[in-house]
């Protein structure tokens, strides 16, 4: 046999192998930790589908939270502004009757109260854009700023009160493995918008190398923008889910949601220092926050201590990215 043939039936690395799937490992690991643990609760079907349906949510905005972190961005604003879909969606979705939100407004089609979800989340998502875009305002800054108005905007919608009674067919889009389903399709989407379109070349042409891809052609402001206008579109998205999941929209919904979503993201392997983000790492990052939030609540511990729990993973998470860029 040639040098040449055996140096190609050789070149399997294990340890880059471990590397790139470690992620999997780890997920895997909680999932049979928790299950012996929790003396095989935490590994009932029904367990296990709470557990997807729980996270869908966040999966949902880490797909556009994934973009914004490859171009060295971030969005603090997605928890508001799922928010401020999920009551705009509430209103809408109320069978007509007294108490009701819109009183006079005949009963409207599912699909009304979904699009101006989706609607609003991408117009939010949109001046988040712009602000970053067009106004040159850091990421961090313009959406937390964003995180605050939207949040408000969200209790002067409502009174500061929950809108509840929302029409059973719009609140099947919450239940069952629909959530489920709605996660795996967002997923295939965003894999072939980042994989196979110009649009995430740019993503990561940008993340890799700002300067760069400017000399190359590439428009860096309306890349953004279009960006965070995705991010929106998802935050909305997740809204619905959230309210038809409920039965009700509250100001209060997607609190600290962007904790979540950043820690999912980070964990599935997208870099902080731009450029490297994968559909199936946010993915398997976020089943491992689904399968920690379960299991911790399955064992009874502390929301605070969960709380405690994820900000510390985000910072190995990053401690770890920074050595593996090093």
């Known amino acids: ?8 039936r050789s070149s399997f ?39 997807i349906v729980q996270v869908a949510p966040i999966g949902i ?9 490859i171009t060295k961005g971030i969005d603090l604003s997605v928890g508001a502004t799922a928010a401020l879909a999920a009551v705009v969606a509430a209103s809408l979705a109320q ?4 108490g009701t939100f819109f ?19 991408t ?53 069952g493995i629909t959530p489920i389903v709605i996660l795996a399709l967002a997923a295939v989407v965003m894999w072939f918008v980042l994989n196979r379109t110009r649009f995430g070349r740019h993503v990561y042409a940008i993340g890799g190398n700002e300067m760069a891809a400017k000399v190359s052609g590439i428009s860096v402001p309306k890349t953004q923008l279009k960006i965070y206008a995705l991010i929106g579109l998802l935050a909305g998205l997740a809204g619905v889910i959230l309210t038809a999941r409920t039965g009700s929209g509250a100001p209060s919904y997607g609190n600290i949601m962007e904790l979540d979503v950043i820690t999912a993201t980070v964990i599935g392997g997208t870099s902080f220092n731009g450029g490297i983000g994968t559909v199936w790492g946010v993915m398997v990052g976020t089943l491992i926050i689904g399968v920690i939030n379960n299991g911790l609540s399955l064992l009874n ?4 201590w969960q709380m405690v729990v994820k900000g510390g993973i985000i910072v190995i998470a990053i401690i770890i990215d920074e050595r593996k860029n090093r």
């Open 61 to 69: 905005v880490g797909l556009g939270m994934m973009a914004a972190i």
């Open 13 to 51: 690395d294990f340890r880059e192998f471990l590397k790139k799937y470690s992620i999997v490992f780890i997920l895997i690991g909680f999932v049979i930790l928790l299950g012996i643990i929790t003396e095989g609760r935490f590994l009932q079907l029904q367990n296990l589908l709470n557990v």
């Open 301 to 304: 511990v502390s929301p605070y």
């Open 95 to 98: 069978p007509p009757g007294p």
């Open 123 to 175: 117009l939010v998502g949109t001046i988040v854009g712009s602000l970053v875009a067009v106004f040159r305002i850091p990421p961090f800054v313009a959406t937390l700023g964003m995180m605050t108005a939207a949040r408000g905007a969200a209790n002067l919608y409502t009174d500061g009160r929950p809108i509840s009674g929302t029409a059973w067919n719009f609140n099947l889009i919450g239940q």
């Open 103 to 121: 009183r006079d407004l005949p009963a409207l089609p599912i699909f009304v109260s979904v699009l101006a979800a989706l609607v609003v989340g």
């Open 1 to 8: 046999m040639s040098e040449t043939a055996t140096t190609t």
